[in-house]
């Protein structure tokens, strides 16, 4: 079982900046497509930004495109989610997910880092 752990999140003004960062255990994190999606109170969950196993395809939300930049550093078994321009809509809890490359669902899921944008 992979085991996926967030962590970066917190209270930040508008226009500022986070990063959050997904660590997983075992040795096959380099062969998942990962994900960031994100929940705020009363809507449903949102994908935010995916990446290829090797991170040569990013997909980018229209709502966090050119201010969010999604990543991952395999030797470190890591994902990155830098997030600039921070705005108070981007508050919600955000996780990270990964799926096998033929996967058609998300199987494995972190806890959540919570993200609260002020204005």
């Known amino acids: 079982q992979v085991q996926l752990v967030e962590s970066g999140g917190g209270l930040v003004q508008a226009g500022g900046s986070l990063r959050l960062s997904c660590v997983a255990s075992g040795r096959t994190f380099s062969t998942y497509t990962m994900g960031w999606f994100r929940q705020a109170p009363g809507k449903e969950r949102e994908i935010v930004a995916v990446?290829?196993?090797?991170?040569?395809?990013?997909y980018h939300a229209d709502s966090v495109k050119g201010r969010f930049t999604i990543s991952r550093d395999n030797a470190k078994n890591t994902l990155y989610l830098q997030m600039n321009s921070l705005k108070p809509e981007d508050t919600a809890v955000y996780y990270c997910?990964?799926?096998?490359?033929?996967?058609?669902?998300?199987?494995?899921w972190g806890q959540g880092t919570q993200v609260t944008v002020s204005s």
């Open positions: 997910a990964a799926r096998t490359q033929l996967g058609t669902k998300y199987d494995y």
């Open positions: 990446i290829n196993s090797i991170g040569s395809s990013t």
